[in-house]
């Protein structure tokens, strides 16, 4: 019986739960890109990911998170439609299709909260662990087999504030600003303006559940309505927008925010 015959991009190696069709459709679609643009130090064995029933509106998202295409997504929605686990499940396929080498999580290092915490124990890497919490938890949520921490140390993946980043160049890297309603719009500037070759980037943000002092303004509605035009599209900036109807947290959740709203 004869082998069956496999790429050595990788792409094969794409499955979304529920959506095989799909999945074949964006790794045919990704084949002669990833030929042509491999990332310079691609993962050399694929990390297994747990899967998920996704709906309708999240296969959606996948389609354009996934494109060769696309090189900024720009996603608002309420808490509970999984925009990080999105973000994060995408940048790991990325990394399994070789588009990529490495994930890169930030965040504007602005507490949640109306009053300060005050002082935290342990060394700076201690300290900003806390910040790095929801993409920690979505990795242990979505790694099948292997540890965060190996990735980690294999420096498949780094966190670190939005103000480390200045000066940076970023090339063949998924970059994901969460809580960018906590961002300035020079802050969100400074992260777009990083982006090099084959690198892509997701901007998560709940304009809802801004952290940030009256006197100062978060960016991620100007930046997205900035963003929105036919020429952005051209250039591969997209932008994404999950409603109450998506939030799959829980119908508590739901119902909270549904009637939240209405303040």
Known sequence: ?????????????????????????????????????????????????KQFPWTEKQ????????????????????????????????ALQLLNMKVIDSIMYLRSAVESSDKSLGFLPGSAEEKLRFFNLPFLDKLDELLAVIKAEKLETENR????????ARGMNWTDKCIILDEAQNSTIKEITTVLTRLGKNSRCFILADPNQTDLHENKQGGINK?????????????????????EEDIMRSELVKFIVSKLNEL
């Not at 997504?73 to 509970?80: R, T, W």
């Not at 309505?225 to 927008?241: A, K, N, P």
Request: net charge positive; proline share 5%; aromatic share 8%.
């Open 1 to 49: 019986m004869p082998k069956k015959k496999t790429s050595s991009s990788g792409t094969n190696k794409l499955k979304i739960r529920g959506a095989t069709q799909l999945a074949e459709q964006i790794s045919e679609t990704n084949e002669n890109h990833v030929k042509q643009h491999q990332a310079t130090n691609p993962i050399k064995s694929t990390i297994k990911l």
């Open 59 to 90: 296969k959606e998202f996948f389609k354009i998170a996934l494109h060769p295409s696309t090189n900024i997504i720009l996603v608002k929605g309420p808490a509970g439609t999984s925009k990080t686990l999105l973000a994060t499940y995408c």
């Open 157 to 164: 993946v780094s966190m670190f504030p939005v103000a480390f």
């Open 223 to 243: 930046i997205t309505e900035r963003l929105s035009d036919e020429d952005s599209l051209q250039m591969g900036i997209y932008t994404f927008e999950f409603t």
